[in-house]
DNA sequence: CTGAAAGCGCTTACAG
DNA sequence: CTGAAAGCGCTTACAG
């Protein structure tokens, strides 16, 4: 009769179930979560209550009640980025078999949008967090220190190895690429990067340590810009970089994306790639290899990290303590015809 | 000191912070959620209580209580096609500001994903649902029966003009292609499409209309595969559809990663683009624009999808009746260089 | 401006 | 195998 009763007459809840079913409350709660554990014949008049009004498990309700949660919060910083939609796609499917559901928040690259994130998902009590790195602002660190469940970092490995993670060595795969770049004769060797995250910046300083290793460093062949990541950007960093350091004979790029968009326009330019400018990239997207060069990049395993965090995640969860607490999967330089 | 205590060790509720600034709890829950109603003295105590116990509020057992939700469940078929990460970040531009969250579900192109997880996230009570599609399994929209609170379905236009919902023609749309494609003069002009779901079906039967309006349809230059779409996939369905059709002078792809992988794989065959082969796409991709030659595609603009559904779902919300049900935000043909 | 009581929809020990 | 009661963390009318 009061506005708050209204509802109930839209949506059928358990007790209207148990009603129509003929039983209490909890034996219908029963029929419907351990229905091992009921008669026969209950369980079929609940569930025929159940079709008949269409009921729908309220399931804040259920989680509240039973100090529980099925969701799950990730946050990644992008999904333009199909790094990271590799990396959800793998988590999900090791998670959504064992009844977890996904939350999952998009970042943008912000500081503020990440802690925003954190707080309003952890609001949700989640069951476990799968977060994207370990840099974020002293507020994001505080919001996480209330809570309690576990949590799994993606993409980067700890230091202090305390914390759970699984990725690999940012700066180590900056440093390799740079190395092979060496090794095959290029000396002044540029670096292009955008969004300016903290993964892009472990590989820049993974570039700095091998060229100054090489006595090759030149700050001023470095060109960091915090715009988006886009196949436009990278021709334009193409333009840039050769306009000011015509001396440059290869240019490694932050990701592919980047790279792509200087493949395309260094034939737009008429410039021989790798003779006259090699070109790498990072995380070996699909288009990489058939590009013509084709691109010379460093293969990263995303879907391997989703799915061991999501497993790394699952033992959690379940009070077990995994054999690592910190995975390493790797990368692999994969020189193709591009440099 | 039962163990359902214990939890509240753990994690500070409402009645926690009350305690802290001496205050009934509902005066604590006032001055979270109607600062202006309370006094300067009592909200201070508050929020420095909230702060000294790290305070996160409950938002499952608010909207429990409230009878409300922040939650908006979008459903879309994947996250590895840009037009949809494109879409769902449209959408969150307008609705996070407005303080709600979104839960987003991939089905995968399935049905019975779409039906687990409209099942899902029904239960979470969300106050608005964003849905690809009209089409659905039979148990899917029954479950979409019970569900009283707004919907607007994406992408596709809705013949009965009784739902709400954004998108354009796509049938239309792969008309349109069609047409210009036999105005270019090409006459034996293939079909190649993969995933199968309903939009790629409605584009389908646009091209076959156009196609035998004009006297110049041949069941056999259809090539539809339920495979995933992927580059490579789409230099396959070249190889397979010249073996069988040498004839054929042009290719009209269900979207642009066929269509790019179809550049890739004519360029390794020294297939003339588009003299002795012309290639369209659809979706209109960063990618396309800079390929040699320049990709012939089918702009949508998807941005503009998410941002009119999302408003459209906003004043539904607000229990508003929008000015249209049915928006037509169109297409367009873009004739570049590969056709 | 502030508070005591009831209730949101469900589950959990505890009895029988 | 089944049920009455209390409680999860919060908000909402209703009083004062």
């Known amino acids: 009769m009061s506005s708050r009763r209204r509802r109930s007459l839209e949506r059928a809840t358990l007790s209207d179930v148990a009603r129509s079913a003929g039983c209490s409350l909890m034996s219908a709660s029963r029929a419907l979560s ?5 008669s026969d014949a209950l369980r079929e008049r609940v569930m025929a209550a159940v079709k008949a009004l269409g009921y729908v498990p309220h399931t804040a309700a259920r989680n509240l009640a039973s100090a529980r949660s099925n969701l799950i919060a990730v946050i990644i910083p992008s999904l333009s980025n199909a790094v990271f939609v ?4 793998a988590i999900q499917r090791v998670l959504m078999p064992a009844g977890y559901e996904l939350m999952i928040g998009v970042s943008h690259y912000h500081p503020e949008e990440d802690e925003r994130l ?3 998902y952890l609001a949700h009590q989640p069951a476990g967090l799968l977060v994207t790195g370990f840099e974020r602002s002293d507020a994001a660190r505080e919001v ?3 809570y309690t469940s576990p949590i799994v970092t993606l993409m980067e490995l700890s230091d202090a190895d305390e914390e759970y993670c699984v990725g690999f060595s940012q700066l180590e795969a900056g440093a390799a690429m740079t190395r092979k770049l060496l090794e095959r004769g290029y000396r002044n060797i540029a670096f292009a990067a955008a969004q300016l995250d903290p993964r892009t910046l472990q590989r820049a300083e993974g570039y700095r340590q091998v060229m100054r290793g090489a006595s090759r460093y030149d700050a001023a062949l470095e060109l960091l810009t915090p715009q988006v990541s886009s196949i436009g950007l990278g021709a334009e960093l193409l333009d840039r970089l050769l306009a000011q350091h015509p001396e440059i004979d290869a240019i490694f790029f932050n990701n592919d994306d980047l790279a792509l968009g200087a493949l395309f326009r260094a034939r737009q330019l008429n410039l021989a790639v ?3 400018l090699a070109v790498a990239g990072f995380n070996d997207l699909p288009a990489a290899a058939w590009m013509h060069p084709a691109l010379t990049t460093v293969r990263t395993t995303r879907g391997e990290i989703g799915k061991l965090a999501g497993q790394m995640l699952l033992s959690l969860m379940r009070g077990e303590s995994p054999p690592q607490r910190r995975i390493d999967v790797g990368f692999e330089v994969v020189m193709r015809e591009s440099a």
Do not use: W
């Open 274 to 276: 790798p003779e006259r």
């Open 86 to 89: 590799d990396t959800v796609e």
């Open 144 to 146: 996480l220190g209330s």
């Open 34 to 38: 351990q229905p091992e554990r009921v």
């Open 118 to 120: 954190l707080r309003a």
